[in-house]
């Protein structure tokens, strides 16, 4: 709950819809159509072209930006709406934004029309949580395509910026109780002139961040994209004309939004729900957080209602993460078949939210894990709702996928980089949790984030040659998984420490780096199984201080577990360190969740998952009742052993189980 | 006179061309025989002989050169038959190549398969973890040694592949590639150690790169095809020599250069995916001797659409290939592909809304004119309602097509649905197939900065002769080629025959601005000696005949992604190095537009590459006199629809086997082979040229 | 008649209105008006064993928290698993219309 409403932020609640057209139309002239009456061949042939334009956007983005967020982890996102801004066409980038870059425009339009204007040309900056966007790190671009005078549509990009200033270096602040702590929010600011980069406005934003010159390229990341979707835009329309392009937008969003209903119509109607919890609002905080979710399906109508705790410490989303985290979940498992025009389906779905809960908290609650944490709250547990829906779906139960890795443990490092400047930097590798198991087959393991379709990890190479780091290991988790009739992906951990830092010269009592590291989902695990299925690992961070792990490098000796080199330490999940120059340092994250009881997984499977070592022997026998006897190629299972371990386990079920509610059996 | 052989054995057949030196061409088909390669080569030459009136032995003992292409290594992979593996890689990295840098489960994937969150997988590991040992060992980033290496593990993993019965071992060290010593050592290890020799490869051998996945699929998928590769093109060279060839024999690469076959088995990954780039090198080939530099090259077949891109009459390469989802650290011609060929399926999707493909109907069942079982209109069955297939002449009256079938399926789920009539249905479907080709073309010429309208296009595989035409015009390309006519549907195995010796050294080694000149100079001089070395070691030539090509891969420094950027020259004068960063730039700011550039970055160079090639003996491609008309080339009309009047008009149908040299045919027109059947747009003007190529002038 | 309500459960009519019945064993739940978790057995365990790489969330924070397996009376097969603060009721999760 924040302490006191801040009287004259009220301008920055963006509402999902344009307040007053008729005052824009006053200032800027719109282009519209009146109807939506495309022939099937012109329709087909252009919103094939829309299709194609945001990953074109997207190539752009990743060529020119600097950095491995938007390479890698593909945390970045390309949109093409119409002249109010409506969504026709998102990337297969982070899929959290999709609640986030239409408002931008509709916000400019209602408020940025009259003062200072919007020409040909502008490109409008934003990262404000309460207008468009999970938190301050993600910096969004948009601009309003012009054709002869009228405001024919808007290109958007967005990506996260490593660093946008705040207490903490990479923004996410451990230690904030609410934004004024965090980096500074920017409304949209017309930051390119009638296509001149505002060297005032760019100075202005660039001057709250560790990383200057990487928000400076990722500025000119995006003004491409922008400007290549135009391009392609005026393309069309010179060869198709204005009206008939814009009627495709439109027919594309009702295109959508009727085959979405369709789908929502095959669906049984019902509703679920799910609780799900976040762990310690801010540095030192011992509180669990409490979020519900229910989802509600009647006929074709869908609606997300969401309860739970007031907003506190640095925890919280706005809105635009309520509204992302359960898009977010829905392209991938309901609309996977069907074409990603986001605004066909934010419109059409009823969002329900208490006041100024973590979840669609008031300003100015602190909001700079925005994305991993309440975003991902609400991803997690409307995953679950529609897995659990899908669950009583004879057509579509085989497009259930168990809760996948439903974290992400931040890894922010600031330091000096080998050619003696400061670096600030994310680790990225969190992009290879475990994908949840499904109905037919075990989780991909080490698969990504279901939010990112394409998302991808550095080399350990790249990560040691951009970071003055040395890794120790990086590997599949045994045992991360979560058990069940198909397993759970494992998920995976890395242990490294600072290695030449400053260069190999550099001055050796410097050679600490800077940490701040926020994560949800270390204290339980933050998804589970479906079906009977058995939760993941949780995200963890661990350190061992002054290890002397170089020396034992230099005798030939590459420790394969932290345990092994020292007193190992449980880092709380909000928190500010230092990286000491012999700290070694750990970091894991989850699998996926199980599907089904494990006791049903086929025992075969089971012993190729310990010849693989995706599941010890002592996991076998207790979570899924299966004994195994040898090593290596010799491994078996030996089958009557089983039998009998499978009868015990069940009869101790019942043995230990009673009714929750009291009663006999 | 002498003759030139290709042979490519494909997925499902093995096509074969020979040249003679007059330029005679004869192309036979036969079916791969998969679990014994040779002898569906041996099938397919022996069947081109028979055209000349020659046996097998006859041809060969006339023959000057065999060029050869296979998907053996690529099958392999996809398939999983192949030999174990063993690999040794740095302990605490053994997983990478299961991790797989995440992107084994979306490399090469268009975004429909990616969609689903149920439906996402990895590929079968390279190598098992059973088969996977960490050594203790260790170079960082400068290639300084931070751990020794452990000789006693080395040796007791060696022991253990060995009771494991592994055919090769992988060995891939973290940063091999700044210092191979360990691995070096490792490889005499296993000399020392096993007394049968087992194929090793090493990865700072095969691609000295950084990115420890791509480095280690990359060896794993050399030692995994080296044996099997191996046993094949020995196989092949006995059965050949023994019939009487004396001349060299070579491989196709995917980097579009070719290997001798006694050598190319100990680079088995070089052979990956080769047939697409055969494509585009023999096109390159044709060009040039028709004066064109800047092509389009474009390979409709029956479910897929192959693009690839030559400017300044160099084919486009890409530094990374993906092969069944994985990625390699190799250079291989640039071929994009969308799901559109002739197999497309068109169908209507519950709100009404037409779509063509990405399914297709492939070559089992088929379209539905082929009768064979399919029942979903596509693309062929439109293009016989639209009359530009003679049903009763498809090749070569091999095929009889069934119109009645064709216009019921195509009645029955698109024009019924969309209430239209069979012919508007057909039209729709061609219209949105078309577009969709030429969208993809758009996109390739553009992201790379080009503008189509100033290259030529070419067409070839079994349907792109008849598609070409209309993509060609939705471009805006000045002409439309069709190489060599009749060899279209064997067109890989003539590429492969235009090919040269090729050689490629590449290294990471991280270069920041500001850049020596003698350092750089250095770099690349030292990958151009040993590129020359492996040339003189497997082809008699004189240095002289080597050429040399460098490139730079360069990136603004902490970025990730790199350009390629050749060099003006070599050795580069002190300008010159000064200048590379603006040429870096520039190359930027042409791909993605102006403002890209961001002038406070600082660049470097991160890998150094050399190619060296040497000519082989190329075919002859003219025709030494015109064809004498048996006949008249126009063989009657029929009513064919056209998109510029949107309706069926009457129709030339020419015979283009008899089509005189320099004769004009005048569109609408349709210019049929027992290959291929080309289609001329009202408008364009089509002519044969003396290689028998078949321009098309657009509108 | 029957609709499926999840994996291991089914909704049949009853003599009284519609009932859940297990998939596996035939096992009758409870009416579908009722909170079907009450009536299947619930073993509460820690959290940290539903996976072997779990801390105590102790560890980390100071309400109670709690692991509860569902399953079925008849044949003991596991229908679901909850992590939840042990002073939350459980949640009758899934509702048909």
Redesign the interface.
């Known amino acids: 709950m924040v302490d006191r409403k801040i009287s004259g932020s009220e301008k920055f609640e963006a509402p999902l819809e344009i307040q007053d057209l008729d005052e824009v139309k006053r200032h800027v002239d719109l282009h519209e159509v009146d109807d939506t009456d495309v022939d099937p061949v012109t329709f087909e042939v252009l919103s094939h072209r829309f299709s194609q334009l945001t990953e074109e956007m997207g190539s752009t983005v990743k060529n020119v930006s600097g950095s491995v967020v938007a390479t890698d982890a593909n945390d970045f996102q390309t949109t093409v709406g119409d002249e109010k801004g409506n969504l026709v066409e998102i990337g297969p980038y982070m899929l959290f934004f999709t609640g986030v870059t239409d408002r931008v425009a509709k916000w400019v339009l209602d408020h940025r029309a009259e003062n200072p204007g919007i020409n040909p040309g502008d490109q409008f900056l934003c990262n404000d949580p309460w207008i468009a966007t999970m938190h301050q790190s993600d910096v969004s671009l948009a601009k309003p395509i012009f054709w002869e005078g009228e405001l024919f549509g808007w290109a958007t990009s967005i990506i996260h910026q490593v660093d946008v200033g705040g207490y903490a270096p990479g923004s996410f602040t451990p230690q904030a109780s609410d934004v004024f702590a965090e980096g500074d929010p920017i409304p949209p600011v017309k930051i390119v002139d009638q296509h001149d980069i505002r060297s005032d406005v760019e100075d202005a934003y660039l001057r709250r961040s560790r990383n200057p010159p990487e928000l400076a390229l990722d500025l000119r990341a995006k003004r491409a994209a922008n400007n290549l979707a135009e391009e392609r835009i005026h393309e069309m329309i010179e060869e198709y004309g204005a009206d008939t392009v814009k009627k495709v937008m439109k027919r594309d969003l009702e295109y959508t939004e009727e085959r979405f209903r369709n789908k929502l119509s095959a669906y049984p109607d019902g509703v679920w729900s799910h609780e799900h919890y976040i762990e310690a609002a801010k540095t030192e905080d011992r509180g669990v957080y409490r979020s519900t979710l229910e989802m509600e399906i009647d006929g074709d109508e869908l609606t997300f209602r969401v309860s739970g705790d007031e907003s506190v410490g640095m925890i919280n989303c706005t809105m635009s993460g309520f509204v992302g985290g359960t898009t977010s979940a829905i392209l991938p498992l309901m609309a996977h078949d069907l074409p990603w025009s986001l605004t066909s389906y934010v419109r059409h779905i009823n969002y329900e939210a208490d006041d100024d809960i973590i979840v669609n908290a008031d300003f100015p609650a602190g909001v700079s894990m925005g994305t991993v944490s309440g975003t991902f709250h609400v991803h997690n547990s409307a995953a679950a709702c529609i897995n659990k829906m899908l669950g009583s779906s004879e057509e579509y139960k085989d497009d259930i996928a168990a809760g996948g890795c439903g974290c992400w443990p931040t890894e922010n490092v600031m330091g000096t980089d080998r050619q003696g400047r400061t670096f600030a930097t994310m680790i990225m590798d969190m992009m290879s949790g475990g994908y949840g198991a499904t109905p037919n087959n075990d989780g991909v393991n080490s698969a990504g984030n279901p939010y990112a379709p394409r998302g991808m990890c550095p080399s350990i190479e790249r990560n040691e040659v951009n970071v003055p780091m040395l890794y120790l290991y990086r590997r599949e988790i045994q045992d991360s998984g979560g058990a069940g009739e198909y397993r759970g992906g494992a998920g995976v951990e890395i242990c490294y420490l600072p290695h030449d830092v400053g260069g190999p010269d550099g001055d050796p009592t410097d050679a600490e780096l800077d940490s701040a590291k926020t994560c949800m989902g270390t204290a339980f695990p933050p998804t589970n199984g479906i079906g009977g299925g058995m939760p993941p690992n949780s995200a963890l961070y661990k350190g061992v201080r002054d290890s002397g792990v170089q020396e034992d490098l230099r005798a030939g000796d590459i420790p394969q577990e932290i345990e092994h080199i020292g007193d190992v330490e449980l880092y709380h999940p909000k928190l500010q360190t230092v990286q000491g120059g012999d700290d070694v340092f750990y970091i894991s994250w989850p699998g996926g969740g199980g599907y089904g009881d494990p006791l049903d997984r086929d025992p075969d499977a089971v012993l190729a998952d310990v010849v693989d070592e995706y599941v010890s022997k002592e996991a076998a026998r207790d979570l899924y009742g299966v004994v195994i006897d040898g090593q290596g190629v010799n491994a078996a299972v030996d089958e009557a052993a089983t039998e009998q371990r499978r009868d015990d386990l069940r009869e101790q079920r019942l043995a230990n189980a009673s009714f929750p509610g009291g009663g006999d059996r | 006179m002498p003759y030139v052989i290709g042979t490519d054995i494909g997925g499902t057949f093995t096509d074969t061309v020979v040249i003679d030196d007059a330029g005679h061409r004869v192309t036979a088909k036969a079916s791969t025989t998969p679990d014994d390669p040779v002898s569906g080569a041996v099938e397919s030459v022996t069947a081109a002989a028979e055209k000349l009136d020659l046996t097998f032995a006859e041809l060969l003992a006339e023959t000057d050169v065999f060029f050869h292409g296979t998907t053996l290594v690529t099958n392999a992979l996809v398939e999983g038959e192949r030999g174990d593996v063993g690999f040794l890689t ?7 190549i ?6 084994t ?2 490399a090469g994937l268009p ?1 429909r398969e ?9 590929p079968e590991p390279l190598v ?3 088969m996977i040992h960490g050594i ?1 060992e ?1 170079t ?3 290639g300084e040694e ?3 290496l ?1 000789e006693d593990e080395v040796l007791s993993a060696i022991d253990d592949l060995r009771s ?1 019965d592994v055919d090769s071992i992988a060995v891939s060290f ?2 091999s590639f700044a210092d191979d010593s360990h691995e070096r050592r490792v490889q005499e290890l296993i000399e020392e150690r096993t007394d049968v020799d087992v194929y090793t490869a090493l990865s700072s051998e095969v691609a000295p790169k ?5 480095r280690g699929a990359t060896t794993l998928i050399n030692a995994i095809t080296g044996p099997l590769m191996s046993s094949y093109l020995t196989q092949l060279n006995e059965k050949l020599r023994d019939n009487g060839l004396d001349g060299p024999i070579y491989l196709m690469q995917s980097n579009g250069g070719v290997l001798p076959i006694t050598d190319a088995a100990e680079h088995a990954e070089g052979a990956v995916s080769s047939g697409p780039a055969a494509g585009v090198v023999g096109t390159r080939f044709v060009g040039e001797s028709i004066d064109r530099e800047d092509i389009i090259c474009t390979d409709v077949g029956g479910t897929s659409f192959d693009v690839g891109l030559i400017t300044d009459g160099n084919p486009k390469s890409v530094p990374e290939q993906v092969v069944n989802r994985y990625s390699l650290h190799q250079k291989a011609i640039d071929i994009e592909s969308i799901g559109s060929g002739g197999g497309s399926i068109a169908w209507v ?3 009404g ?4 493909g990405p399914e297709s109907a492939g070559a089992d069942p088929g379209p539905a004119c082929y009768a064979d079982g399919g029942d979903r209109p596509t693309a062929t069955d439109a293009c016989l309602l639209l009359g530009y297939l003679d049903p009763e002449n498809f090749l070569g009256g091999d095929h009889e097509l069934d119109v009645a079938q064709a216009r019921e399926a195509m009645r029955e789920h698109v024009a019924e649905p ?1 209430d239209m009539s069979v012919e508007e249905a057909s039209a ?1 479907v061609v ?2 197939m078309n ?2 080709m030429s ?1 993809l073309l758009r ?1 390739l010429t553009v ?1 790379r900065g080009y503008d189509p309208r100033n290259f030529d296009m070419f067409a070839y595989g079994g349907a792109g002769p008849m598609f070409s035409s209309f993509y060609g015009q939705k471009i805006g390309v000045d002409s439309v080629v069709v190489p060599l006519s009749r060899m279209s549907p064997v067109y890989s195995a003539f590429g492969i025959t235009t090919s040269d010796l090729t050689w490629v050294e590449e290294r990471t080694d ?1 270069t ?1 601005e500001p850049f020596d000149r003698d350092e750089i100079n250095g770099k690349f001089r030292e990958l151009r000696d040993r590129a020359e070395d492996q040339l003189l070691d497997v082809v008699d030539t004189d240095e002289a005949d080597i050429e040399f090509e460098y490139r730079a891969e360069m990136r ?1 420094q ?4 790199e ?1 390629d950027i050749p060099l003006p020259d070599f050795p580069l004068s002190s300008a010159q190095v000064e200048n590379l960063s603006e040429r870096y730039e520039d190359e ?1 700011e042409k ?8 002038a ?2 600082s660049v470097q160079i991160s890998t150094f590459h050399v190619t060296a090639s040497v000519p082989t003996l190329n075919p002859t491609i003219a025709e030494a006199k015109a064809v004498e008309t048996a006949g008249e080339a126009h063989t009657g009309t029929r009513d064919a629809y056209w998109f510029g009047p949107e309706e069926f008009v009457e129709t030339d149908i020419y015979d283009g086997t008899v089509i005189a040299q320099g004769e004009r045919i005048e569109g609408p027109a349709i210019v049929q082979m027992p290959e291929t059947t080309v289609t001329v747009r009202p408008g364009q003007t089509a002519s044969v040229d003396s290689y028998r190529n078949i321009v098309i002038e657009m509108e | 008649m029957t609709t499926v309500f999840d994996e291991h459960l089914v909704v049949v009519d009853g003599s009284d209105g519609d009932r859940l019945e297990c998939r596996v064993c035939g096992e009758d739940v409870c009416s579908t008006d009722e909170n079907y978790k009450h009536h299947l057995l619930q073993e509460v365990t820690p959290v940290e064993e539903a996976n072997p790489n779990l801390v105590d969330p102790g560890t980390y924070v100071d309400p109670d928290m709690e692991f509860r397996r569902y399953y079925c009376p008849g044949c003991a097969t596991q229908i679901t698993t909850d992590i939840m603060l042990a002073d939350r009721e459980p949640i009758a999760d899934k509702r048909l219309d």
């Open positions: 740095t302990k605490g990295a053994e997983d990478e299961h991790i797989g840098q995440v992107k489960r979306t975004f990616i969609q689903r969150l149920a439906g996402m997988s990895k098992e973890k059973p203790t260790r960082d980033y400068k931070i751990t020794p452990d494991k973290l940063w950084l990115g420890e996945y791509m999707d519950e709100t809304h037409l779509h063509v969309m729709a219209d949105i577009s969709h969208d996109k992201k991280i920041n603004y902490d970025q990730i992604k350009i930027l791909r993605f537009g102006k403002g890209a550039k961001y406070s970055a």
